[in-house]
């Protein structure tokens, strides 16, 4: 019995039927109800019951499900130490970063990939801070770029950069120019923010809690872009990081003053999947790291270590 026989038997049971798996899989129907055949043969038993709608599974195959699931997770496990006892690198690897900090640094990323890991296919994709433990515990993220010193599924977060805050005010109509602005300044005005259940969030109210004010929240919206639409219009001042207004403050659209007494800032770390090889793990890292770095300066980030100007 082959594992690729088990392979294909858990493909049609979650399929719901051979003509759905043949279609997911890219191969014939007729293989695929051969194998299943082959199996039943072997086991002496009917294992799927065929109806209208696809295939169903009969006590046999029930047991015999998890049996195949059972022997496949042995299998991977197997193939990821025997791959780290060897240094080998995965086939792939699948990183999430950030909205608005992926689009800058996507290009040198897929770069120095090419140069340095050459035989590793990598995939690159935005996701918010919110959503990348669901993507890590799901398998879909190798590693992340986050704002959160842990994310569930990955190991310990590597803390690279610290970025201060900024109040974001539409373009025209402000007088302040990149004049700091003290927290006491900001709890006098109307503030646009994310909602209380982002972590963002949440970091910016316990700053101005810990300093005795309450921001005046006149409206909530979930991303930067929003944020920034309604500052750029003229409807009210946000709290972003440079690295998420830079582009519009490039061209007019806002001005950003630091905020100071005291400075706010986050960390940004970079994560590896529990389920990375060490080796795949430091090489990866150290890449995006350097990715990172290409952008820092020009994001005004100061390294984790070195005080921020302020």
Request: glycine share 10%.
């Amino acid at each position: 019995m082959r594992f690729a026989d088990l392979q294909t038997f858990v493909d049609v049971v979650e399929a719901g039927g051979m003509t759905q798996a043949a279609a997911v899989k890219g191969v014939s129907q007729p293989g695929l109800s051969r194998t299943i055949r082959d199996l039943e043969t072997r086991m002496q038993t009917p294992l799927l019951r065929r109806t209208g709608r696809g295939v169903e599974l009969t006590q046999a195959g029930s047991e015999f499900l998890t049996f195949a699931r059972s022997s496949l997770s042995a299998l991977e496990e197997a193939q990821r130490r025997i791959r780290e006892l060897s240094g080998a690198l995965p086939d792939r690897l699948r990183i999430a970063i950030p909205p608005r900090l992926g689009a800058a640094v996507f290009p040198e990323l897929y770069r120095r990939f090419m140069l340095e890991l050459p035989e590793v296919a990598v995939t690159a994709t935005e996701a918010l801070t919110a959503d990348m433990a669901d993507g890590m515990n799901a398998g879909r993220y190798d590693l992340l770029v986050s704002y959160l010193p842990s994310v569930p599924g990955a190991g310990p977060g590597r803390a690279a950069f610290r970025e201060a805050l900024y109040l974001v005010e539409g373009g025209t109509g402000t007088i302040h120019g990149d004049a700091p602005v003290r927290l006491a300044e900001i709890a006098k005005q109307p503030i646009l923010l994310n909602r209380q259940t982002s972590p963002y969030r949440r970091l910016i109210d316990s700053v101005f809690a810990d300093a005795g004010f309450k921001l005046a929240v006149s409206r909530e919206i979930e991303t930067a872009e929003g944020l920034l639409a309604f500052a750029t219009e003229g409807e009210g001042a946000t709290i972003l990081p440079y690295s998420n207004f830079h582009i519009e403050a490039a061209r007019g659209d806002v001005q950003g003053r630091l905020i100071t007494d005291p400075v706010i800032e986050r960390q940004i770390y970079i994560h590896a999947g529990r389920h990375l090889e060490v080796r795949a793990a430091t090489l990866a890292g150290g890449i995006i790291l350097n990715c990172l770095k290409s952008v820092a300066e020009s994001f005004r980030w100061t390294p984790v270590g070195r005080r921020a100007a302020g």
